[in-house]
């Protein structure tokens, strides 16, 4: 099933992993993280299946429609595509998940799409997109 956004406006993809089982590589400004970076202040851990890349998809969809401000753009089977907005100047960060069957591990891209520093946003998203995935029954602060 592919799912999209109806308010989707066609730009918003232009630039954007436009292939569905790579992540682009974060640029050298500090306001990315990946789990595919090889830099110590980018990296982060890849996210483990629950069971299968359906059951797993399906848990990271649900955390992130829990998300203030999140706008999942594209939702096919090995890909996500999730659009944040910071909420005072309405900044875009893209976040993009791609599924690794032969390792079962969700693999991601969180970067800010314009500007230089996020004072730790990015990271501190995927920190809590991976708490929540990982723990999907703790309460929300």
Known sequence: MLWTTAGCIAHAQEGHEANYNTLTACPDSPNCVSTKSTDPDRAMSPLPYVETR????ERLILVLRSMKRCNIVTAKPAYVHAEFRSALFGFVDDVTFVFDDDQHLIHFRSGSRTGYYDFG????RMKEISERYM???RKKE
């Open 135 to 137: 723990n999907p029954t």
């Open 54 to 57: 359906e059951k797993s998809r």
């Open 121 to 124: 946003t990015n990271r501190n």
